[in-house]
């Protein structure tokens, strides 16, 4: 946890994963307004707190600071290219997934549950940064071998059989069920990001639709080259990083042959 972050869980006399306390009220405004600045400043999350038809609603101070730890942890490779050509980030008053396109990031209201505002920032902010760096995944990576993309004219096509109940077969997947399962690139991306986040994290109640009965890295054990490919290769965290697990020696050689490393 970075110093700041310390600095500002202390100010704000909460920690960040319980219930968020009545927000931004006893707060002062330039203290609120010192984080949203670093949000852009840093991270290049640009927050669009109003708009003329009234759906865009400001931020609690503990929606703003799990977006600052959540940023913290994904590090700087995932948000770089953010701080460039901003996010505009906001939340609506409306229900309902979020979304990414075009540089703005929309979540529907997540009323006071953060770990819903921190999955799916996690899952669309990926697909920002891989658009922003132009679609990385899709044209050097998810046809390698334990990733197993592969496009027949427009349509991509995975063996896993995606939007069906999980087979088994000779390929590496995320165990993932058919109400979740990815059926594109992108979004087998945005899902494998989120998914190592929560594993290395061993944030078990964050892996609906997961069997939670298992331990969070069950995933990596179907999947290693995922794993590899998100630590060294997407997100390029730094062997120091919280973030930062390594597998058994023989699935670490495995997936580095997969991806040529
Ligand atoms: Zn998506």
Known sequence: MSNFLRWLINLFGFNL???????????????????VDHLHSTYGI???????????????????????????LLGETWSAPFREKPIHFWIDR???????????????EPHDDLSVLYRIFIHEGTHASNEYRG????NNWCFKNG???????????????????????DWETLPVD????STAPGEDLAEMVRY????????????????????PTYL??????????????????????????????????RAAANLGL
Not at 47 to 70: F, H, M, W, Y
Not at 147 to 169: A, C, N, Y
Not at 203 to 213: K, M, Q
Not at 239 to 251: C, I
């Open 94 to 108: 409306n229900p309902g997934g979020g979304h990414y396109g075009n540089q703005w990031l929309r979540i529907g």
């Open 220 to 253: 990596w054990e179907t999947s290693p080259t995922r794993f590899v490919f998100v630590r060294d290769v997407f997100l390029r965290l730094p062997s120091d990083s919280t973030l930062y697990k390594r597998l058994s020696p023989a699935l670490e050689r």
């Open 147 to 169: 990733l197993d993309w592969r496009k027949e004219g427009d349509v991509w096509t995975h063996p896993r059989q995606q939007g069906k109940p999980l087979q088994s077969g």
């Open 178 to 181: 058919s109400r979740d399962v």
């Open 196 to 215: 190592y986040v929560h594993s290395v994290r061993e944030e078990r109640a964050y892996l609906w639709p997961l069997d939670l009965s298992k331990p």
């Open 135 to 138: 679609w990385l995944y899709e």
């Open 46 to 72: 640009k927050l669009i707190e109003s708009d003329p038809k009234g759906n865009a609603r400001p931020l609690s101070v503990a929606e703003l600071l799990t977006l600052r730890q959540t940023l913290d």
């Open 17 to 35: 994963w319980q219930r968020p306390p009545p927000v931004g009220d006893s707060v002062r405004p330039a203290e609120r307004g010192a984080l």
